[in-house]
C-alpha cells in the first residue's frame, strides 16, 4: 500500500458488552479494507476495555479520566453497552450518555432506510417510500436527568421526572434538521406531542415555527408523535427528513428499525457538528447477551455506522460504497445471519460485505 496523502483519522474502539465486540469488529475490518484500497484514507485505532465487565471490575464503567483520553480521537466506534447484573440506569448514564453529553454529541443521526434486499414487514410498500433520515435530539429533553425522588419507601412516596428543552438546544437541533432538509432537497416533519406536554412541546413546537421562516424553500410538516407512529407504518413515504425530541426520537426510530430491515440494520451517529470534540458511531441493536460469543449477531448495523463515519469524514464516495456492499450481500442472500434467515456467521458477513467493497472501491 502507498503512503497515505492525509493524516490517519484516529478511531478509538470501545467493543463493549455482549456482542458489541464482535460486530464492532466487523466495521473496524471493513474500514481497514477501505485504507488497504486508497491511499488517500488512513486509520489508527486504540482499543478502550470500558463497559459492564469492567464495571463489575473496577466498579466503574469507564475510566475516571476516560473523556480526557477520549477527546485526542477524531472518533468513537462503540459496540454495545448493557449486561445481566449491572442496571441499565448504570450502564446507559455511566458511559453512552456520559460520552453523549460530555462531548456535546447533540445530534443523534438515524437513517431509516429500507436497503435493496432487505427484508420489510410491510405489505404494498415500494422500497423507495422508506428512506427517512431522523435527527433527534440528544443532550437534553427527557433524557436530561433532572427529576426528584420524595419519600422514599413511604406511602405518599413520589417521584418526578423533569424534562429540560433549553431554547439554545432546541433551536440548534431544529436549525441543524433545516440545513439537512435544505441541502438534500427533501421535506421536513417536526414530531412533537404539544396537545398533552403543554410547556416542553408548546415551546418545541414554537421555535419549529420560528426557525422555518428562515428557511421558506423547505417545505414543513408537524405531526403529533401518536399520530407519527401510525403514520410511520400506514404510510412511511411521506417522511423525508425528522426531526424531534430524544425521548420520541429513541422510540420511533426503533420502529423505523422494525419496518427496515430489523434492529440488525439499525444504525446510529452521535454527532458534535462543530467538531470541537469526537463523534460517536454506534449500531443501536443493543448487547444481545443471549448470543454472545456464538458469532450469530448480524454486523450490518455496525458497518452501517462505519458508513456514516466516513461520511462524517467527508468520505461519502466510500460511505456510499458500503452501502451498495451491504446491499449486494443483502441481495445475494448467501451471507446471512440467523435474523435475516441465514446461517452464515458475524464473520461470514464481514468478509461478504469487504469482497463487495472491493469490487465497488470507488
Known sequence: MTEPTTQPFKIAVIGGDGVGPEVVAEGVKVLEKIQALDSSVAFTFEAFPWGCEYYLREGKMMADDGLEQLKAFDAIFLGAVGYPGVPDHISLW??????????????????????????????????????????RENSEGEYAGAGDWLFKGQPEEVVLQTGVFSRKGTERIIRHAFEVARKEGRSLTSISKANALNYSMVFWDQVFQEVAREYPEVVTYSYLVDAAAMFMVRDPGRFEVVVTSNLFGDILTDLGAAIAGGMGLAAGANLNPERKYPSMFEPIHGSAPDIAGQQKSNPLAAIWSASQMMDFFGREDWGAAILEAMEAVLQEEQALTPDLGGTATTSDVGDAVIAKLEALAP
Open 94 to 135: 455511566d458511559l453512552l450518555l456520559k460520552i453523549r453529553k460530555g462531548f456535546d454529541q447533540y445530534v443523534n443521526l438515524r437513517p431509516v432506510k429500507l436497503l435493496k434486499g432487505a427484508p420489510c414487514p410491510l405489505k404494498g410498500v415500494e422500497r423507495e417510500a422508506v428512506n427517512m433520515t431522523v435527527i
